[in-house]
């Protein structure tokens, strides 16, 4: 039985994915990367991330293996399936058409109505 | 799945889970680190770097439990945590929970076996058409409050004059000896009417039972199996209709085979024969002969036809005086008969039991309600930690179903034992009632089915209220310090009530059970008249075809008792018609010559028929004149012997010895002359009072049945089979039955008593028990509540006076409120008892008295060892606790 995604739930796996596209990452490495890539504009709590990944996991989107990290601790790297790409694929269609409409609307003008 | 498949999968995800926690563990050490190491770079030390990474990443228990929950940990896994939650949860409070299970099974496990018992024996429908129309008539002497058989006269009356029956039938027992084929034995048999089977409607098993012809003299030699005498003498052989059995030496045709559940007018029926009217009896009102019973009008209730009966009674006694003044008529229902006085004894004991079951219930509320004040906080703390409510709801749903599995299973073993060691505690009074073999039989099923279930549901219901927390208190909650509980208003006052009521059903309880003490104490304290241990006891019935006359009968006697005199371990030996304690009973009217009978009534005596030395053997004193010797044989003149009671009687200033009676020998009556004088005997048992009795010599006296009392120096029971042996030896088809000893016979005369007395003192000191428990917790309750103003108190210079009195004062005020109540209840209540008491009454004093001392002490018990806690409060600690 899935659990319906709520709307902040969707968006925070949506981000791990587009994170987890760049190449195999650890999930505090993740983290990190979202921070740079939105410019330290989002500010991500730690803990839910982990909910997240397991989640993905679950689902088939992502995988995991363990692996040496540059300070030689023992740390979990995750990639992105095919089934995952696909998904993140179908997701980004759907997102930029409504991204572009999002964003038109604070430079709209009423005479343009 | 096989089994194998299963159990490996459920290994692999036992070794997967504690694998994903392991993982889980490394996985956040490394984010928090990695973390701690960009902080250290960006200026902190190592540690306040470690705090702030922890800080900032937030619950880390809470992610891996949502962890957890994104893996669908199986719904197994859960339930085994939550399981394995529960059983932590109980063995933390196992004091507790093992109270509550064990309270639960006893209310519930006592209830089933005795209701269970109750309705087997007073409830089962019986096997009979209409059978609540069914009614047993008797007439009754007024003067000495007895019921008697009927008169054959008067039973003719009855039948031809009532407006209220649809039919009467008469009966009588026949003891007969079988002689064939195969060994002899002596078998139970009743005559009964032809039409007595048909009106109580009863069905045979296999074959028919008597036709109307079957009820004249000549075609009366055909005799119906009970289903216990088939299974034992014919081994349940089915083609055992139509053949013909030997009964005292005359030959009958087995017509039919009774069921199982059938056995009128006792259990212990061996075989059914058909009673001819017996014509030459036909005006006789003296003797009582017939059992009888009627099948009253659709529509007839039993009062009514008792009314129109006495009416008929009193006619009577005006038209035959002689006979019938001080005769009144009794109709009881069919079922009396075969339950007799274990009724009010079981009715009492289901009511005892049912008040248990209410203080048990009392004290599970009590409990669980002090505990969902405990657990409110636990419930408070967890929800604001993030448990989800659902969870929750079925961790305490899993609490309340350990606590019913463990109540309900002990219940049901309980209530199992319980339908076994009932009716064997009730033994010698259940005896004519054709009872199951087995405890699946006595069982009743469907009670136990819904006693489970109520016990079910009461565990889950109280196991999971804490769940129902109200999360707008959850602040207020959580605000309380650890040590205190939540004071629920509401909660406190019911346990008041529930206190109150617990004080009054225990007192009810100990009362009654002290009423039976008193009176099994007034039985023992009494003497039966002879001493009954060491006596050794057995029956036999001679068949008049082949020991029709005193020669006869006498010789017989003779020969065994000689060589019963010489075994070893026998001390004397002698016989009776009548055993004591038997049940036995023969009685004869008898007059004294020249003094005048105004009354119109004989003295009617009980009639026993001895040989010489069955007063040594019994070690009945003589008080007066000599006891029967050699001289008394056939043709001498007749003697007898009275006993105190009697002499007192009838002739209360002069020397009974060399008076003359006449008293009838075979209908004749006959002068005999007294010639000794002995102790009275209560010969029904210790509750009963001595009757006037005649004894007779058996060497001068026929009389077809005897009993035998041989007393020895060994252990009786051991001397069994010599004695059957001895009686073989004189006559080898003579068989013998009852061998037991007099202590048994005894024992099975007060058993009712001593049984109920036994339960009802179990039960009384159960339900002191959880009273007591319950005013121990509402004070231990109590005081921790209110240790921080105790402390207060005693910091401001309280004496413990103060503080007990503060503490216990409105507790005892409850329980003497519940006592008081109890009190009440007590003497409304145990007139019910009356048919078991003996020498005391209902309402007697000393008992209540002495009951109510008892409560108090146990509850002034109970209050004491809270209270002085209360007392000993450092003011120091308690202040701490804000």
Redesign the interface.
């Known amino acids: 039985m899935d659990k319906p995604l709520d709307l902040l739930q969707s968006r925070l796996d949506r981000l791990m994915r587009t994170a987890v596209s760049l190449g195999s990452l ?3 490495g993740m983290l990190l990367g979202i921070q740079q890539i939105s410019k330290n504009r989002l500010e991500i ?4 991330v ?3 990944l ?2 993905l996991d ?1 689902r088939g989107r992502i995988t995991s293996e ?1 692996d040496e ?1 540059e ?1 030689n ?4 790297y995750y990639r992105l399936t095919a089934a995952g790409m696909r998904r993140l694929q179908t997701e980004v269609e759907k997102w930029n058409p409504i991204a572009d409409v999002i964003a038109g609307i604070p430079g709209t003008t009423p005479e343009e109505v | 799945m096989t089994l194998w498949s299963r159990l490996r999968s459920w290994v692999q995800a036992m070794l997967r889970r504690s694998r994903m926690e392991s993982e889980m563990d490394a996985e956040l050490r490394f984010h928090i680190e990695e973390f701690a190491e960009d902080l250290v770079r960006g200026g902190l030390s190592r540690q306040e770097a470690m705090r702030r990474a922890r800080m900032e990443f937030g619950g880390i228990e809470r992610a891996k439990e949502e962890c957890r929950n994104e893996r669908r940990v199986s719904l197994v896994d859960s339930l085994m945590q939550d399981m394995r939650f529960s059983v932590r949860q109980i063995r933390r409070n196992s004091g507790f929970t093992l109270a509550v299970a064990i309270t639960l099974a006893l209310g519930m496990g006592a209830n089933t076996a005795v209701f269970s018992v109750l309705h087997t024996v007073l409830l089962r429908p019986l096997p009979y058409r209409d059978p609540n129309r069914l009614v047993t008539v008797w007439q009754e002497n007024v003067q000495r409050q007895q019921l008697d058989k009927a008169t054959v006269a008067d039973f003719n009356d009855w039948k031809t004059r009532n407006r209220v029956f649809d039919d009467l039938a008469f009966s009588w027992d026949a003891a007969y000896t079988l002689t064939g084929p195969g060994d002899s034995q002596s078998v139970m048999g009743y005559q009964f009417s032809a039409n007595f089977f048909s009106l109580l409607g009863a069905r045979p098993l296999l074959g028919r039972t008597f036709l109307p012809e079957e009820g004249t003299q000549g075609r009366d030699h055909v005799v119906v199996l009970s289903y216990q005498f088939w299974r034992n003498r014919f081994a349940s052989d089915e083609d055992v209709i139509g053949r013909t059995i030997q009964l005292d030496g005359d030959h009958y045709i087995v017509i039919g085979v009774m069921p199982s559940d059938f056995g009128h007018p006792s259990a212990g029926t061996d075989i059914w024969t058909p009673l001819p009217f017996p014509v030459e009896l036909l005006e006789n009102r003296r003797l009582h002969v017939f059992q009888v019973i009627a099948k009253l009008r659709s529509g007839v209730r039993l009062a009514q036809a008792q009314q129109e009966l006495e009416s008929l009674a009193q006619e009577n006694a005006r038209r035959y005086p002689q006979t019938n003044q001080h005769w009144g008529i009794q109709l009881k229902p069919i079922r009396d008969t075969y339950t007799g006085n274990v009724r009010p004894a079981l009715w009492v004991l289901q009511a005892a039991v049912l008040f248990m079951l209410i203080i048990a219930c009392a004290n599970v509320g009590n409990m669980l309600l002090a505990r969902a004040g405990t657990q409110e906080r636990e419930v408070a703390v967890r929800l604001a930690l993030g448990a989800s409510r659902g969870r929750l709801f079925r961790q305490f749903l899993i609490q309340g179903l350990t606590l019913a599995v463990m109540g309900t299973g002990a219940g049901v073993l309980l209530a199992w034992w319980g339908v076994q060691v009932l009716p064997l505690m009730f033994k010698a009074q259940l005896a004519n009632l054709p009872l199951p073999a087995r405890a699946s039989g006595w069982m009743n099923w469907p009670v136990l089915l819904l006693t489970v279930a109520i016990t079910a549901m009461t565990s889950l219901i109280f196991g999971a209220i804490p769940a129902f927390h109200n999360p707008s208190r959850s602040s207020e909650t959580l605000n309380i310090s650890s040590r205190a509980t939540i004071e629920r208003k509401s909660a406190l006052r019911i346990r008041r009530v529930l206190i109150v009521g617990q004080m009054a059903l225990s007192l009810l309880l100990l009362v009654g059970s002290g009423l039976l003490i008193r009176t099994f104490l007034r039985l023992q304290a009494r003497s039966l008249g002879f001493e009954t241990d060491h006596l050794l006891t057995c029956v036999f019935s001679l068949p008049p075809n082949r020991y029709p006359n005193v020669s006869k009968t006498g010789s017989f006697l003779e020969q065994v008792l000689a060589r019963i005199r010489v075994l070893p371990g026998v001390e004397s030996a002698g016989g009776i018609n009548t055993l004591p304690l038997s049940g036995m009973d023969a009685r004869r009217p008898i007059t004294v010559p020249g003094v005048l009978d105004d009354s119109g009534q004989q003295n009617v005596a009980q009639f026993r028929v001895v040989t010489p030395d069955y007063f040594r053997a019994m070690r009945i004193p003589l008080r007066e004149g000599r006891f029967f010797d050699e001289r008394e044989r056939v043709g001498s003149p007749p003697v007898a012997i009275v006993n105190q009671k009697l002499a007192g009687l009838l002739w209360p200033h002069l020397n009974p010895i060399g008076q003359h009676i006449l008293v009838p020998d075979a209908a004749i009556p006959l002068l005999t002359e007294i010639i000794g004088v002995v102790g009275d005997v209560r010969h029904a048992g210790l509750a009963s009072e001595p009757p006037i009795e005649i004894y007779r010599p058996a060497y001068q006296t026929y009389w077809p049945f005897f009993g035998l009392v041989i007393r020895t120096s060994l252990d009786p029971e051991r001397l069994a089979g010599a004695i059957r042996q001895a009686v073989q030896s004189v006559d080898k088809d003579q068989p013998i039955s009852s061998l037991r000893s007099m202590d048994a016979l005894a024992t099975d005369s007060i058993a009712l008593r001593r049984s109920s007395m036994l339960l009802l003192m179990l039960l009384a000191g159960v339900a002191v028990l959880l009273a007591s428990l319950g005013i121990y917790s509402l004070i231990s309750y109590t005081v921790i509540l209110r240790t921080h103003e105790i402390g207060v108190r005693i910091a401001l210079g309280a004496r413990h006076r103060d503080i007990l009195k503060s503490v216990v004062g409105q507790t005892a005020f409850l329980a003497l409120i519940g006592m008081a109540i109890g009190l009440i209840a007590a003497l409304n209540l145990t007139q019910f008892l009356s048919s078991l008491l003996f020498g005391v009454t209902a309402t007697d004093l000393k008992t209540l008295l002495l009951a109510m001392t008892v409560m108090m002490a146990v509850t002034a018990g109970a209050a004491y060892m809270p209270a002085r806690r209360a007392t000993r409060v450092d003011p120091m600690i308690a202040l701490r606790y804000e």
């Open positions: 650890s999930a505090y709590q730690q803990g839910p982990y909910p997240a397991y989640r679950h363990w990290s300070n601790r023992t740390a979990k």
